[in-house]
């Protein structure tokens, strides 16, 4: 058998590397994966933490339903299946950004920690940090901004997390943060102290 047929990707041969990038960057390529009920704050405080991230000097990406649903992922549904190869694309994007240096934010429910896990070996277990926005049900219920809590309490929504489907609270969060007691400011400060000695070059 040739060379030629062993190696059907050469070209990955004569890319520049991560670390070419990183160096150019002056930052480590990270995951940021938020995972938590919808209402959660998991959006907001992505938002908020890529702005404090930007005002720094580093460049991020956010991924979340409105940009993937949209786009790479608007052929999927909910079903089981559906949701778990959902979390798979995304962690092969954002594996992408991670190894061009980019800090990638990453927030979806991503329920069960069997698709969590399979997030972070794509992505690779050193650049994956996994979040938990742990705010109760109870308050990210009466927060219902979309009104899906209460659809999904009539059987409008079915397979919905939370009332109809499962959550399965991550076994070893590196951090996690409940919004119905802590603050965005303190939320953010927090995380930029776990993400900052990650991110240095």
Same mark, same amino acid.
């Not at 908020?48 to 992922?73: F, K, P, T, V, W």
């Not at 694309?89 to 061009?100: H, P, Y």
């Given at each position: 058998?040739?060379?030629?047929?062993?190696?059907?990707?050469?070209?990955?041969?004569?890319?520049?590397?991560?670390?070419?990038?990183?160096?150019?960057?002056?930052?480590?390529?990270?995951?940021?994966?938020?995972?938590?009920?919808?209402?959660?704050?998991?959006?907001?405080?992505?938002?908020?933490?890529?702005?404090?991230?930007?005002?720094?000097?580093?460049?991020?990406?956010?991924?979340?339903?409105?940009?993937? !649903?949209?786009? *790479?992922?608007?052929?999927? &549904?909910? @079903? %089981?299946?559906?949701?778990?190869?959902?979390?798979?694309? /995304? #962690?092969?994007?954002?594996?992408?950004?991670?190894?061009?240096?980019?800090?990638?934010?990453?927030?979806?429910?991503?329920?069960?920690?069997?698709?969590?896990?399979?997030?972070?070996?794509?992505?690779?277990?050193?650049?994956?940090?996994?979040?938990?926005?742990?705010?109760?049900?109870?308050?990210?219920?009466?927060?219902?901004?979309?009104?899906?809590?209460?659809?999904?309490? !009539?059987?409008? *929504?079915?397979?919905?997390? &939370?009332? @109809? %489907?499962?959550?399965?609270?991550?076994?070893?969060?590196? /951090? #996690?943060?409940?919004?119905?007691?802590?603050?965005?400011?303190?939320?953010?400060?927090?995380?930029?102290?776990?993400?900052?000695?990650?991110?240095?070059?």
């Amino acid at each position: 058998m040739t060379d030629k047929a062993t190696n059907i990707y050469p070209i990955f041969d004569k890319m520049l590397t991560r670390n070419d990038k990183e160096q150019l960057l002056s930052q480590r390529g990270l995951m940021v994966w938020f995972t938590g009920l919808s209402g959660s704050g998991k959006s907001t405080i992505a938002i908020a933490l890529e702005r404090e991230l930007q005002q720094r000097g580093i460049l991020c990406r956010i991924l979340d339903g409105d940009n993937i !649903r949209s786009g *790479i992922n608007r052929n999927l &549904g909910f @079903s %089981a299946a559906d949701r778990m190869e959902n979390i798979r694309r /995304i #962690a092969e994007v954002g594996k992408l950004f991670v190894d061009t240096g980019i800090v990638t934010i990453a927030a979806f429910i991503s329920p069960d920690n069997a698709m969590r896990a399979m997030a972070a070996d794509i992505i690779g277990n050193d650049d994956f940090l996994e979040v938990w926005v742990s705010t109760p049900l109870q308050e990210c219920e009466r927060r219902d901004v979309k009104g899906l809590y209460a659809k999904a309490r !009539r059987g409008e *929504i079915p397979n919905f997390t &939370g009332i @109809s %489907a499962p959550f399965e609270a991550p076994e070893n969060p590196a /951090i #996690a943060l409940d919004t119905s007691v802590l603050s965005l400011e303190e939320s953010v400060k927090r995380l930029l102290a776990l993400i900052l000695p990650k991110i240095k070059k």
